[in-house]
């Protein structure tokens, strides 16, 4: 058994630095974009056609938390191929693993970061959009220097969390063909025929991973609350 776990591990290592890790962040990353975008959307008090987009901004979330993500994965990757559309996409919208991997991930993320931005946002006092709009803030200013600063800090904790189980969720993407950590846990097993070994031994590096962001969580959550006064 520690022969497997020796000259498995650096393998299984490899497989994170060069899809697990990457693939987490940069998903996390685009998902926060897209997430900030909807959540400021949908807390807008814009009227008119911005009710089109609003309308679009829900049906995004709505989508994307109502199904699961090894379905949306497969769509993407297995399903669009054939959605054939004259002009555009003659041959269907066919992507690499890994770029079908992270729209993926990217989109799940940003529809449930999106609810967290926004109640994070919608968690400020009115008084302080109040108080702003009343020393001639715009809204935009507002959000800039006041709410969104303060919202960073209510969401983080939940933030951390969609990032932490987003690293879990990257094994996933195995069932598409991208070789992460789970998928070479898997070949290596093929060939030693100790499969509770390799999801053991995989499972505990995802484990020193998470525990690694968690800690990290928790440094953050200390540095934006340094200056947060609280009552005895």
Not at 30 to 49: M, Y
Request: hydrophobic letters at 50%.
């Amino acid at each position: 058994m520690w022969h497997i776990i020796v000259t498995s591990t650096p393998q299984l290592i490899e497989a994170g630095l060069k899809y697990t890790i990457p693939i987490s962040v940069i998903s996390f990353i685009l998902g926060l974009v897209l997430a900030l975008v909807t959540a400021l959307i949908r807390i807008s008090t814009k009227k008119g056609a911005f009710w089109i987009l609003k309308g679009i901004a829900r049906f995004y979330v709505w989508l994307f938390r109502s199904t699961p993500l090894l379905v949306q994965l497969f769509i993407v990757y297995f399903g669009l191929p054939y959605l054939k559309i004259a002009g555009l996409f003659p041959n269907g919208i066919q992507m690499s693993p890994v770029t079908a991997g992270i729209l993926t991930f990217s989109l799940n993320t940003g529809a449930y970061c999106a609810e967290t931005i926004r109640g994070a946002i919608l968690s400020i006092p009115n008084g302080q959009w109040e108080a702003a709009y009343s020393i001639g803030m715009t809204r935009t200013t507002v959000l800039r220097r006041i709410i969104l600063p303060q919202a960073v800090r209510v969401s983080l904790p939940p933030l951390a969390n969609s990032f932490i189980g987003l690293v879990k969720d990257t094994s996933l993407a195995a069932s598409i063909t991208i070789v992460e950590m789970f998928e070479v846990s898997q070949q290596i097993a093929a060939q030693n025929y100790q499969p509770l070994v390799m999801y053991c031994l995989v499972a505990a590096l995802y484990a020193v991973v998470c525990t690694a962001l968690s800690w990290l969580q928790g440094y953050l959550e200390k540095v934006t609350s340094r200056y947060v006064i609280t009552s005895n």
